[in-house]
């Protein structure tokens, strides 16, 4: 099933190391971090130790300066050996803001710290309880005294907040009512968790349907030091925008390697399973919906692999990274789906992985964007309709 594409791929090479090494992560060892929602520090070492992580990070920096689309076919092997890489992807393409809008000190300062695994830059606090989507809504104020800025609020869904030495914060530093437009005035800034943790700084652990380490966070005049703005102060929400395309795409390679990890297993198992004297994969009402979700699958890949290639060129892929990304999300769920029908009660039992995985590729239809604002950008962005909120 994944020959043609494994042999057209720049990145084999890399795929296959990443395969070997979730090789030593199996489906039990998912599956115990997932009983206890613990976090699985051992993979994410072993990531670190291996340089995935620092994938994007230039070389002058102690990464290993490869492009999109290696941090891509990173994800997808992940997912598609059936783990998961929402314990650590975020830092892929968190750190791409410190890269492209930090100034000269902040680069030298973390880049290399995160590259090596000395620091980790997990936790990405964007969404907010009452602005939700509505991002520039967001009510978490940071007011400049002197060299600091003092920051109150509160965050929801910071993953990984309990797990990261970092965080890259949003909030508003200058009024809505102040601002010619409401996506001025909010401000970027690197937060040094571990030193305001008790300081300020409160994290509350969130339990959801799928292991995810997520948290709500609570900022109560907590102080982070002028020098930790990123960039200029009041052009944080451009530079959040900046990075979207980058996360989009490799959330749907994500998708796209749960897409395989399903169709894989669903296979194996019609052909395995033999029921009225034949395997049920005979039975056309058992290939289909699987043979569908391969067909779905195949042409999210191909979006996201046109989304890449823009995006390493420089173009303008907006389009590609936002659909692939629904399209993504979509197929995996259609995979699931299949692969669960297809299993019958061996579905829900938790060491056929099947379940775990189903409910962790779901998150994709909401998170980092949910598929209705999607479809909002392509309405509004792609064809040219009337703007809706
Ligand atoms: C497990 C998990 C991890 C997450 N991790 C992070 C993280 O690390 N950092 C972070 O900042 N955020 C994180 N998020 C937040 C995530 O990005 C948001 O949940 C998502 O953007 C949706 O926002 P919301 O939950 O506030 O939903 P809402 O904005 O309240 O939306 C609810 C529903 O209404 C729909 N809707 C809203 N407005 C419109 C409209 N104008 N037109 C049509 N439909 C609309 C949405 O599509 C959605 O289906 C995470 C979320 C989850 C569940």
């Known amino acids: 099933m994944d020959q043609p594409i494994l042999a057209a791929d720049p ?64 994800l997808e092997e992940i997912h598609r050996s059936g783990g998961n890489a929402g314990a650590c992807h975020a830092q892929m393409y968190i750190m791409g803001t410190i890269l492209k809008h930090g100034s000269p000190d902040q680069k030298k300062r973390y880049l290399p710290k995160i590259a090596s ?19 520039t809504a967001l009510r978490t104020v940071a007011k400049r005294e002197g060299d600091r800025y003092i920051v109150n609020g509160q965050k929801i869904w910071t993953s990984r907040a309990e797990h990261s030495d970092l965080m ?24 040094d968790m571990k030193a305001a943790l008790g300081h300020g700084l409160t994290i509350r652990p969130i339990r959801t349907m799928m292991n995810h380490n997520t948290t ?18 009041g052009r944080g ?24 990890w399903f169709i894989r297993k669903a296979v194996d198992y019609s052909k395995e399973r033999v029921l009225f004297g034949r395997p049920i994969g005979q039975n056309q009402g ?10 779905q699958m195949r042409a999210a890949e191909a979006l996201l692999r046109q989304g890449l290639a823009k995006f390493e060129t420089g173009q303008p892929c907006g389009e590609e990274a936002n659909m692939s990304k629904m399209l993504a999300a979509e197929a995996a769920w259609a995979a699931g789906e299949a692969c669960i029908q297809t299993h019958g009660g061996f579905g829900f039992a938790e060491e056929y992985d099947v379940e775990r995985k189903y ?16 479809l909002s950008y392509v309405g509004e962005h792609v064809l040219g309709m009337p703007r809706s909120y």
């Open 117 to 135: 695994g000395e620091l980790r830059l997990q936790a990405f606090g964007v969404t907010e309880p009452t602005s939700g989507t509505d991002t």
């Open 359 to 374: 409910r962790e590729a779901r998150l994709y239809q909401v998170a980092p964007i949910s598929t209705n604002l999607v």
């Open 286 to 295: 058992v290939q289909f919906p699987i043979a569908r979700a391969y067909a």
């Open 11 to 74: 990145h084999a090479e890399i795929r296959e190391e990443v395969a070997k090494l979730c090789a030593r992560f199996p489906g039990e060892y998912w599956r115990n971090v997932d009983r206890e929602r613990a976090y699985p520090t051992e993979f994410v070492q072993a990531l670190t130790e291996a340089g995935y992580l620092g994938a994007l990070i230039p070389e002058e920096y102690g990464g290993a300066g490869l492009p999109l689309s290696a941090a891509a076919a990173i």
């Open 168 to 191: 890259l914060l949003l909030a508003r530093t200058t009024p809505r009512s102040e601002v010619a437009k409401k996506t001025e005035g909010l401000s970027t800034f690197i937060v």
């Open 216 to 233: 709500e966070v609570f900022f109560d005049n907590m102080e982070v030091p002028a020098e930790n703005l990123v960039g200029q102060e």
């Open 237 to 260: 929400f451009r530079y959040i925008l900046d990075g979207m395309n980058a996360e989009r795409l490799l959330i749907s390679s994500e998708s796209i390697g749960d897409a395989k």
